[in-house]
Structures are given as C-alpha cells and as structure tokens.
C-alpha cells in the first residue's frame, strides 16, 4: 500500500515567491496533520484536520500560510509571499481517529527559501 | 516553559550497553504518550505507545511516571541500528494535538 505522498520532495524558492507543498493522505485515514521541522524548534505542529474540515490552526506562523484540504484525498499547505526564515522540512501525516497517537509520515518537503 | 522536554544528548553508548532516557511534560491533563524514532534526513516513525502499568516491546521498556510528569526509554543490549533520534510525543486531554519533545540524539558505537 502507498503511505502518504508529499511533493515536492524539494523546493527552492526566492524570497516573495509563493510555495505550494501538497500532501495525499493514507487512503481511509480520516487525520490529516501538517508539522514544521527546523533544528532549532523541533517539530511543530502547524494545522490538522479531521473529516477535510480544519481543526486546530493555532500553529500557523502568520497570516502567510495557509493551508486546504478540499477532499479526503488531498490537501495543500501554501506560503505567499515566502520569507527565508520559513526554510524548514514540512511534513504531513495522516492516521485514523480511533488511534491518533500512530501517524504516518511522508517524506517530507524540503523548503529552502534564499 | 516548553511543553515537551528532551536531553538532546547526543547520548554516545557503547554497542550492546544499556542506556535510557528521560521526557518530561509540563501539561498534567496530558493522557497519551509515545515514542517516536527518526533516523537522519527521515521522517518520525512511530516506535511503541508507552502505557500506565509500563511496557515493553524486544528490548525497548517504556515508563510513565505521572507524579513526577515524564516518561523514560530504556534501550538493552543497544544495536548500531538503534542510532536515531527518539522523539517523545504527548497528547493533550482535549482534541488530538500530539506534540512532539525536541528529541534525543542516541550514538550506538563499535
């Protein structure tokens, strides 16, 4: 069975560009989550879904980032206009609601912002 | 105060030693946690759920200490391949926000 599916697996950008990383989720998983990894703060959690509908957005950084999930099997995390400072590995990961606590990562996106 | 708390180590271990590890979590509502392992340039995977009464899964054993509010890791017998990052994961009482520790650093030598 696939596992969840990021793309790309690596983007350079230029301050000011807009970036647009795309997750698929485990199919049947009903959790989508999206985290941020630096060196310096770990990993963080961004946003999460359940059902496509967004739950918890309080991790978003600032009004630059967004992020969609317009059907169960997709969703998008957006920055416009990127900074350098949002360089970092973005993750999604999906599970089923009645085990939350085992995600399934993907491969992760790796954002470098010059 | 961060929620989640790790050593970052690195913790340098000796082939076939013992070495274990400390989290320690600030939310005391705080009702699942687990642990997570990342190895270099992957993503986190889940290593074993760490339950109440203790457990353990080969030669990994998992405590939670709720009065004192942190969980530990033990790892026996340590193998080259057990060289990752252990992640410690909380989950908060309300919702399913896992958050994750900054992770220890753990170096299985020859």
């Known amino acids: 069975d696939a596992g969840v599916i990021q793309s790309p697996r690596h983007e350079v950008t230029e301050m000011g560009q807009e970036v647009t990383l795309r997750c698929k989720p485990i199919s049947g998983h009903d959790y989508l989550f999206w985290y941020r990894q630096t060196m310096m703060r770990g990993l963080e959690l961004l946003i999460y879904f359940n059902n496509n509908v967004p739950i918890d957005d309080s991790g978003m950084p600032e009004d630059r980032f967004s992020a969609k999930m317009p059907n169960a099997s997709f969703s998008t995390l957006k920055i416009q206009p990127s900074e350098p400072r949002d360089s970092a590995v973005y993750f999604c990961?999906?599970?089923?609601?009645?085990?939350?606590?085992?995600?399934?990562f993907g491969s992760g996106t790796q954002l470098s912002v010059l | 105060r961060k929620e989640v708390e790790q050593d970052p180590g690195p913790f340098n271990v000796p082939e076939g030693a013992t070495v274990a590890f400390n989290c320690t979590y600030s939310?005391?509502?705080?009702?699942?946690f687990f642990w997570y392992r990342q190895d270099c340039r992957k993503e986190p995977k889940l290593l074993m759920s760490?339950?109440?009464s203790g457990n353990e899964d080969g030669r990994f054993t998992a405590q939670l200490n709720r009065a004192s509010q942190y969980i530990s890791l033990l790892i026996r017998d340590s193998k080259l391949s057990d060289s990752a990052t252990y992640l410690c994961?909380?989950?908060?009482?309300?919702?399913?926000?896992?958050?994750f520790g900054g992770g220890t650093r753990v170096l299985v030598k020859p």
């Open positions: 939310n005391s509502a705080s009702q699942s």
């Open positions: 760490v339950y109440s």
């Open positions: 990961a999906s599970t089923f609601g009645t085990y939350v606590g085992k995600l399934f």
């Open positions: 994961v909380v989950n908060k009482a309300a919702g399913n926000k896992l958050t």
